[in-house]
């Protein structure tokens, strides 16, 4: 059976599938059986700072195709809603058990460089093999200068990676909002900043439908909504082509990129790699189908470079 293992942006894994920073990343229980399922590696859920914050039930809804197929899934849900301490202790105890699997820790916290001074230190001591900065939520109190509002100025991206740079040894892998007119911008401004790779895309700003009866969008909290993050195979073409914008950009080229938006399969992973992709992130298809969509991706992977001529 074909070798499927890689290191991408310094960080070993087994393989280069990779669960992105979601729900399905949210705890040691999940990140466990998404690693005795076959996952190479995973992103966990966005840490910020303590109070944690506070998710509503009611945070997904859904776009649908012919047959009531998802084709894309909304969400408003925040970043972790338990504290910094709880996740930091099963953080630790998860590499300890799973050593030779990729565990990346996603990190949002305001745009000071306290901030990020402060929590650094806590993540690069749980044996994390690396760092992901989410600078693409688009709806994740960007009045706290977190998320998109970050992602969506280069100046900024810039600026905190090369904080992240100075405060932290592991590698920085810096996530990328969709939401913005040049993808390029924001890569060339992470690569600046001193970034070790960059993963994309994140959530695209979305209101999947309307309650006409209450004049509300989905998701309906109490009588409210807001707009939300747009993700799943719809957003896949979007995804391909800012890879590809990054991949072949001069200023760029030779930026480890792992690719992130409407992977559910092994096609869609391998055209990520196929465009310059050095890793595939994968959330909605998990959230869909289970953590053992990996075996499908896996198996296929293999067989894939096992053919003769293949490399």
């Not at 109490?222 to 799943?232: I, L």
Request: with cysteine; glycine share 12%.
């Amino acid at each position: 059976m074909a070798d499927l293992s890689i290191v991408f942006a310094g960080i070993k894994a087994p393989n280069p599938f990779w669960l992105a920073s979601a729900p399905p990343t949210d705890k040691a229980y999940n990140v466990v059986r998404a690693f005795e399922a076959g996952w190479g590696g995973v992103v966990w859920k966005t840490l910020g700072e303590d109070p944690a914050a506070v998710n509503v039930s009611s945070r997904y809804s859904a776009h649908y195709g012919a047959n009531r197929t998802v084709q894309g899934i909304n969400n408003i849900e925040l970043i972790t809603d338990r504290s910094l301490e709880i996740n930091l202790r099963e953080i630790t105890q998860v590499k300890k058990d799973w050593p030779d699997r990729a565990l990346i820790v996603s990190l949002m916290v305001p745009c000071v460089e306290e901030s990020w001074k402060f929590i650094l230190p806590l993540v690069e001591a749980t044996g994390a093999d690396g760092i992901e900065l989410n600078f693409g939520c688009p709806h994740g109190m960007p009045e706290r200068g977190m998320g998109a509002a970050v992602g969506q100025v280069p100046e900024y991206v810039e600026m905190v990676t090369r904080w992240c740079k100075t405060h932290c040894s592991l590698p920085v892998i810096v996530k990328l909002t969709p939401n913005i007119t040049d993808i390029r911008q924001s890569a060339r401004a992470a690569h600046r900043g001193g970034a070790d790779a960059v993963s994309l895309i994140n959530t695209i700003n979305s209101i999947t439908s309307v309650d006409l009866d209450r004049m509300v969008a989905h998701p309906i909290v109490g009588d409210q909504s807001t707009h939300g993050g747009y993700c799943g195979s719809a957003v896949k073409p979007i995804a391909l082509n800012m890879v590809a914008e990054i991949a072949r950009d001069p200023e760029t080229r030779g930026l480890p990129i792992c690719g992130i938006g409407g992977i559910g399969n092994l096609g869609a992973a391998a055209e990520v790699i196929a465009l310059g992709g050095g890793a595939g992130g994968v959330g909605t298809a998990a959230v869909l189908h289970g953590f053992l969509v990996v075996e499908g991706m896996k198996d296929g992977r293999a067989r894939w470079v096992d053919q003769p001529g293949c490399q």
